[in-house]
């Protein structure tokens, strides 16, 4: 994960000055592995949470989630997004690694 950080592709996805969240994704450079990062500074009650699209993925690439298991197609999560799970907690964050399959 180090070596995506450092000598990946790095995409400011949602930028706290403009709202109440902060999301970022880190791609390698032969575009096998994604990290997204989600921030939500204050928990919102009874808020839906939106889908966040991902930037820089192989659109042809179907990329596993190390956390779930589950399948995304490269496409899906840049064109549709990634939704995180509900957040009941303030300044709460999750680390998400994708690694295509």
Known sequence: ????IQ???FYRLKNPQN???VAWNFVSEDK????????KILAEPLRVNTPV??????ENGIYK????????GGDELMYAG??????????ASYVYVLEKV
């Open 1 to 4: 994960m180090r070596e995506v």
């Open 7 to 9: 000598k990946g592709s």
């Open 19 to 21: 709202g109440n969240e």
């Open 32 to 39: 096998k592995t994604v990290i997204y990062c989600y921030f």
């Open 53 to 58: 699209r991902l930037k820089g993925l192989d």
């Open 65 to 72: 989630s190390k956390t779930n298991g589950i399948c995304y």
């Open 82 to 91: 990634i939704v995180s799970k509900p957040i009941l907690e303030d300044f």
